[in-house]
């Protein structure tokens, strides 16, 4: 008896999900991204998403705050080198 079709779709459907968390474990494991900021203005703004906000590295609302935060500064060096 020849599997049908829908007996394949399990298990092709779990090696593809495997595959993508693996790629994705790879690159949540890879170097932090620097945000575009010297590391002295990374350190400060890490301290204030763990400390002040409570957000422990490595989960998603702790990026969303490095993201924002680092936006903001940036934002504010553009303005601070204007004349």
Do not use: W
């Not at 829908?6 to 474990?25: G, H, M, T």
């Not at 203005?41 to 002040?52: E, F, G, P, S």
């Not at 998603?60 to 936006?71: G, Q, R, W």
């Amino acid at each position: 008896m020849e599997p049908q079709p829908s007996d394949k779709f399990p298990r092709y459907s779990i090696l593809l999900a495997v595959a993508v968390c693996l790629s994705n474990e790879g690159c949540a494991s890879a170097a932090p991204p620097n945000h575009g900021l010297p590391p002295e203005r990374l350190a400060q703004l890490r301290n204030i998403c763990t400390d002040t906000m409570q957000l422990p590295p490595g989960y998603s609302h702790f990026e969303d705050c490095m993201d924002v935060l680092s936006e903001t500064a940036r934002r504010l060096d553009r303005t601070r080198a204007q004349p």
